[in-house]
């Protein structure tokens, strides 16, 4: 059974801070993403990351994955308030044909 | 990019009362849908798997006779929550999958059931 666990499930930082948000899964995977939630709506997608070694910018938000170690990493740079919101990672168990895991999510506060 | 329509966004309803909830995928055609649940404060659960013109796969611990799946077409699944109860108050969210490396989501259904 995959399991994807993220930490921290809680972040508050401050404006202008630097942080990064961790995902580690538990089998081989085919693909990792990362979503963003508002309150009360859908996920937005962020990033997918599809090889060993992958890594994708935009904006402030910078995505990793080392599939050796199954960590992924979503750093923020220079958080502003307009970050705030819950970011999920999602793991595609190899072979699954897309059914994806999700980890508990982080939800981040930026406070001015 | 692709485009997904899920309706109703709000649903309330009575105890007992069935609930439809329909999702298109209007761009692009979609073999395989996947449906998820999410209650308050937690993650996303995977409910079950349809593909078109097939019967859908359940999770263990999904009641397939209470959560009815229909794919009949390669843009539209619908997902009828059958004699609602309050502990299936719950944010649904549709994701049909097409080709490609992306996948996309429904705006998402809160149902809350009285």
């Known amino acids: 059974e995959l399991k994807v666990e993220q930490n921290p499930l809680f972040l508050s930082m401050q404006e202008g801070k630097n942080y990064t948000i961790y995902c580690n899964y538990s089998?081989?995977?085919?693909?990792l993403y990362w979503y963003r939630q508002d309150p009360g709506k859908s996920l937005e997608s962020l990033f997918v990351?599809?090889?060993?070694?992958a890594v994708k910018q935009e904006g402030r938000l910078m995505a990793s994955l080392d599939t050796k170690a199954r960590l992924s990493t979503l750093h923020i740079t220079a958080a502003v308030h307009d970050l705030s919101a819950t970011y999920f990672c999602?793991?595609?168990?190899?072979?699954?044909?897309?059914?994806?895991?999700f980890g508990e999510g982080t939800q981040l506060t930026v406070n001015p | 990019g692709a485009v997904v329509s899920q309706h109703p966004s709000r649903v309330i309803c009575k105890s007992g009362t069935s609930v439809k909830i329909e999702c298109r995928s209007l761009?692009?055609?979609?073999?395989?849908m996947f449906w998820y649940r999410q209650f308050p404060k937690q993650s996303l659960m995977l409910m079950a798997t349809?593909?078109?013109?097939?019967?859908?796969?359940?999770e263990q611990g999904v009641e397939k006779d209470k959560f009815l799946i229909n794919h009949a077409s390669l843009t539209l699944s619908t997902l009828t929550v059958t004699s609602a109860h309050p502990e299936d108050s719950s944010f649904y969210i549709c994701?049909?999958?097409?080709?490609?490396?992306?996948?996309?989501f429904g705006s998402g259904t809160q149902l809350s059931v009285l």
């Open positions: 089998t081989t995977s085919d693909r």
């Open positions: 999602a793991v595609d168990l190899k072979g699954s044909g897309s059914r994806l895991t």
């Open positions: 994701s049909p999958r097409g080709t490609g490396e992306k996948l996309f």
């Open positions: 349809s593909n078109e013109g097939s019967k859908a796969t359940y």
């Open positions: 761009d692009f055609q979609a073999t395989t």
């Open positions: 990351l599809l090889s060993n070694g």
